[in-house]
C-alpha cells in the first residue's frame, strides 16, 4: 500500500504582501478617524453634545410660593392663600406598558367622577402626551384617597396605576366675604394684587416660585436638584374687625332703609366711613356702600341700584339735571356688554373713602376758624351781625337760615353753621392767608396713605391767585374745592390731637413666612398745623355742635357718650340740581378726644337731600356700639329708650356669638351677619368732575340736623350774643310763618325768592343757589 504525504500550505510571498498592505491600509483608516474624531472634537463638541443631551429626558417642575396673609390688628385673617391640585395626565406613561391602561382609567373615574369615554379617547388620540390638566383646583381632601393609590407604602398602593400626578398651586381665599373688601383689594388669577392692599402691598405679600430640575441620564439614573420657595411676607393692618363689622352693618342698614326710596336704586349713590386713631393716623376702620364679596368679584348682583358709568368711569347723566344719575337695573344688566358690565364692575371695586372726590360743604368750617386763630385773624370772641345774606364779587350768597341768625359769635357760628360769619371770619384771613393754610391742612395733596387708588386732588383746590373774593367767601364754607375723604378726616385729627399731622396707614407691621416680624410701621408726623391752644378752642366749638341748644349734631349723640364734630351739607354741579352730599366728622370722647369718625352719604335717595341727618343717623348707631367695644365709659345719663337700645345690642352680641359657635365652618362664620351684609363701593362722584371746582363755589350750608331728624328751620333774625336768646325771644314766631300759603302744595311761599317752605320744619325748597363762577 503506498503511503500519501500530508502536505502544507505555505504563505506564499505575493501573499504576505498583499496582508501586509491590507493591514497598512486599515492602520491608515484608524489614523484617518482619530484625526477626524479629533477636529470634530475640537471644532464642534459643543455642537454634539447638545444634541446628545437633547436627547436625554428631563423634568423641570415649578415649586408655587405661598402668597402671604393679611390680617387685622387682633389676629383675623382677612386673606389666605389655599393650596390646591390640578389632576395631570401622563398619555405616554400610561400606553408605556399595557398593565397601566386599565387599572388607571378605572381609578380615575372610580375616584374622581370623570367621564371614562373621553378619557379613552384622549389617551388614544394622543399617544405622546405627557401633560393634560383633567381637574383644576382640588383640595388635598378631594384627592387624598387617590394620592394613597400612587404612593409607595401605602396599604391601597397599586404600581399598575400610572401616569397620573398632581400639580400644585394656591388659590386666594377671603373667609369674611365681603368685609373689608375696599381695603383688601384682590388678585388676579396669575396671584397678581389689584384694588387696596394687595395692590399695594403685592410686592411684599408675593414670594419667589421655587423649582425643580432633574434628567434621566443614559443608564436611567435620575440627576435631580431642587430649589425651595420662598413664601410672601404677612401683613397685620391697622384696621379692627369688630369695628369694621360694626360699621359695614349700619352702612348696609342705611342703604337697607332708604333703597328705592324715591327712585329705583340704593340709599345713596354712595356711602361712606372711616374711623382713625387721631393720634397715631391708624385706620381703624374703612367701609363704604355698595360692596362686593372678595370670593365673587364679577357677580352683577351687586350692580343693581348702582349709578351706571361710561367707558371713562363717570356717571351717565339722567333724563334731567335734577336726576342723580342712571341706575342699574336687570334690564339694563342684560342688555349690556361684557366692556359695559367690565366698566361698571370697575367703579363698584373702586373704594369711594379714598378714590372720589367731592365738594365737602361745612366740615371745612373748623378748618376756617382755626385758621384765624392761628394767623391771628380773629381771637374768637368776635361777633358778627348775620342778616342771611351777603353779596361778594357781585354775588348775592346765602346763609342757610335766609331770614338771618342776627349775632353770631364765633362759637355760635360753628354750632348752627353760619355762612355769613365764615364769610366774615375769611374777609379777615385774606385769600393768600387762606391758600396757604388750605395747603397746611393738605387740601389739594395726597396723603400717600399705604392703599392702591388714592385721587389726587391737586388742581382741585383754588390758588391764592385765582381766589377772588367769592370763591374766598364760598371756600370758607367748604364749596369751591374738592377733597377726598381719608384727606378731611386726616387734617381733622390734626385740628384736635393738639395740631399734629399724621400721616395716614393702613399697615402696622409686616411678618415673614416664619412669623418674626420684618418691619414695624411706626406712627410719622408730617408737620404742625396749628397750636395745642387753637386746637383747645377747636374742640370746644365743635362740642357745642352736638351738646349746644342749638347744634346742627345732636342727632350725631350716641346713648351714654358726649362728642363733638360738625355737620355738612354740600351743593354739587351743576348748581341748582338739588343733589348734595351730607356728611358728619366727628370725635369721641368730647373732653379727651381718642378716636375721628367720618361719614358722608352721596346724593341720598330722599326728596330732600339736604339734611345731615342722614350721616348723623349713621355717626349715632355706629359710635352706640363701638365706644362699649373700645371700653370708654360712658359720661352722659341713658334714657329708658336708650338704655333699651343698648340692652337690645347686647341680646343681639349674645345671639350671634351662639351662633357663631354653633358653626362647623369657621370660614362661615367669619363671614357673618355684620361684616358682609351689603355695602359697595360706588364709583363715587366727584362733584367738580369736569375740574370746575374752583369756578363753582356753592353758597348753601344748611347742616339740617335738629334733634327731632328735621332740619333747621328759617327763624326770623334775633339779635343775640354768646349768652343765647332770652326765653321773649324764643316765643316769637318764625317770620315765614306770615308768609301767603300755596294752595297747590300746602307750603308757604317766599315772597321775595318765590321758593316753597315746609309748614312743619320750615325747610326751604329752592331758591337758594350758589353762583356759578363758571357760567
Not at 102 to 114: D, H, M, N, R, S
Request: glycine fraction near 10%; proline fraction near 3%.
Amino acid at each position: 500500500m503506498s503511503r500519501k504525504k500530508n502536505k502544507t500550505q505555505k504563505f506564499t510571498l505575493g501573499m504576505k504582501k498583499k496582508l501586509a498592505v491590507l493591514f497598512a491600509i486599515v492602520l491608515a483608516a484608524f489614523a484617518c478617524l482619530s484625526v477626524r474624531l479629533f477636529l470634530i472634537t475640537r471644532n464642534n463638541g459643543e455642537k454634539y453634545q447638545k444634541q446628545v443631551l437633547s436627547q436625554q429626558k428631563y423634568d423641570s417642575l415649578t415649586i408655587p410660593y405661598r402668597r402671604g396673609e393679611i390680617i387685622d390688628s387682633t389676629g383675623t385673617v382677612f386673606a389666605y392663600s389655599e393650596k390646591v391640585y390640578n389632576i395631570i395626565l401622563d398619555a405616554k406613561l400610561i400606553l408605556s406598558d399595557e398593565a397601566f391602561l386599565e387599572p388607571t382609567v378605572t381609578a380615575l373615574v372610580t375616584y374622581f367622577g370623570f367621564d371614562e369615554g373621553e378619557i379613552r379617547n384622549y389617551i388614544s388620540d394622543h399617544p405622546t402626551s405627557q401633560y393634560y390638566v383633567l381637574a383644576k383646583q382640588l383640595t388635598y381632601a378631594d384627592i387624598s384617597d387617590f394620592q394613597a393609590l400612587i404612593t409607595y407604602g401605602t396599604d391601597t398602593y397599586d404600581k399598575n396605576i400610572q401616569g397620573v400626578w398632581f400639580e400644585e398651586n394656591y388659590i386666594r381665599k377671603y373667609p369674611n366675604g365681603r368685609m373689608a373688601c375696599d381695603v383688601i383689594g384682590f388678585t388676579t388669577s396669575d396671584n397678581a394684587g389689584i384694588f387696596g392692599l394687595e395692590e399695594y402691598y403685592n410686592d411684599e405679600l408675593c414670594g419667589t416660585n421655587g423649582r425643580t430640575y432633574g434628567y434621566l441620564d443614559e443608564d436611567s439614573n435620575l440627576e435631580r436638584t431642587t430649589i425651595p420657595a420662598t413664601d410672601g411676607n404677612t401683613i397685620v393692618t391697622t384696621i379692627d374687625g369688630n369695628l369694621q363689622s360694626i360699621v359695614e352693618k349700619y352702612l348696609y342698614e342705611y342703604n337697607e332703609t332708604n333703597k328705592n326710596a324715591i327712585r329705583e336704586g340704593n340709599g345713596a349713590n354712595n356711602v361712606g366711613c372711616i374711623m382713625m386713631d387721631i393720634h397715631n393716623g391708624n385706620v381703624l376702620a374703612m367701609a363704604s356702600y355698595p360692596n362686593f364679596d372678595l370670593n365673587d368679584t364679577k357677580n352683577t348682583d351687586n350692580l343693581l341700584g348702582m349709578p351706571r358709568v361710561n367707558e371713562n368711569g363717570l356717571k351717565m347723566d339722567g333724563e334731567s339735571q335734577l336726576d342723580s344719575g342712571v341706575y342699574i337695573t336687570q334690564e339694563m344688566l342684560e342688555e349690556m356688554t361684557d366692556d359695559e358690565i367690565l366698566w361698571n364692575l370697575n367703579a363698584l371695586w373702586r373704594n369711594f373713602c379714598i378714590s372720589d372726590t367731592y365738594e365737602p360743604g361745612s366740615v371745612a368750617k373748623p378748618f376756617t376758624v382755626a385758621t384765624g386763630l392761628e394767623n391771628g385773624n380773629i381771637t374768637g370772641n368776635e361777633v358778627y351781625q348775620c342778616d342771611g345774606v351777603m353779596e361778594i364779587g357781585g354775588w348775592p350768597i346765602h346763609c342757610h337760615n335766609r331770614y338771618g341768625d342776627g349775632q353770631v359769635s364765633v362759637a355760635r357760628g360753628i354750632e348752627i353753621s353760619c355762612n355769613v360769619a365764615m364769610m366774615k371770619i375769611g374777609q379777615a384771613i385774606g385769600s393768600e392767608t387762606f391758600s396757604k393754610f388750605q395747603k397746611e391742612f393738605g387740601f389739594g395733596l395726597k396723603t400717600n396713605i399705604d392703599l392702591a387708588g388714592e385721587a389726587r386732588t391737586e388742581g382741585l383746590t383754588v390758588s391764592a391767585d385765582d381766589m377772588g373774593s367769592a370763591e374766598l367767601a364760598t371756600g370758607t364754607f367748604g364749596q369751591g374745592f374738592n377733597v377726598d375723604m381719608i384727606e378731611m378726616i386726616t387734617a381733622f385729627c390734626s385740628l384736635i390731637n393738639g395740631g399734629n399731622f399724621y400721616e395716614p396707614h393702613m399697615v402696622k407691621e409686616i411678618r415673614n413666612s416664619s412669623g418674626a416680624t420684618i418691619k414695624s410701621i411706626e406712627p410719622r408726623v408730617l408737620r404742625q398745623t396749628v397750636s395745642e391752644s387753637t386746637s383747645d378752642k377747636i374742640i370746644e366749638y365743635c362740642n357745642l355742635v352736638v351738646s349746644g341748644e342749638e347744634g346742627t349734631g345732636k342727632t350725631a349723640r350716641p346713648a351714654g357718650y358726649m362728642i363733638g364734630g360738625k355737620t355738612g351739607t354740600a351743593q354739587t354741579l351743576p348748581r341748582g340740581n338739588g343733589q348734595y352730599v351730607v356728611s358728619f366728622m366727628g370725635y369721641a370722647p368730647a373732653n379727651d378726644p381718642q378716636i375721628a369718625i367720618y361719614v358722608v352719604v352721596d346724593r341720598p335717595n330722599t326728596a330732600r337731600q339736604d339734611d345731615a341727618k342722614f350721616a348723623t343717623g349713621i355717626v349715632r348707631k355706629v359710635l352706640t356700639e363701638a365706644l362699649p367695644y373700645l371700653n370708654f365709659p360712658m359720661t352722659e345719663t341713658v334714657t329708658e329708650e336708650e338704655q333699651a337700645e343698648l340692652d337690645a345690642l347686647r341680646e343681639q352680641e349674645i345671639m350671634m356669638s351662639a351662633a357663631a359657635k354653633a358653626e362647623v365652618e369657621p370660614s362661615e362664620t367669619a363671614e357673618g351677619e355684620e361684616t358682609a351684609e351689603g355695602e359697595e363701593t360706588t364709583e363715587g362722584e366727584a362733584s367738580a368732575e369736569e375740574g370746575e371746582s374752583a369756578e363753582t363755589a356753592e353758597g348753601e350750608e344748611g347742616d339740617n340736623s335738629s334733634e327731632e331728624g328735621s332740619s333747621d328751620g328759617i327763624w326770623e333774625a334775633i339779635p343775640e350774643g354768646e349768652e343765647g336768646a332770652t326765653e321773649e325771644e324764643e316765643d316769637k314766631e318764625p317770620v315765614w310763618k306770615s308768609f301767603e300759603i300755596d294752595e297747590e302744595t300746602g307750603f308757604y311761599v317766599d315772597p321775595d325768592s318765590g321758593a316753597l317752605i315746609d309748614p312743619e320744619t320750615g325747610e326751604v325748597y329752592g331758591g337758594d343757589v350758589l353762583p356759578d363762577f363758571g357760567g
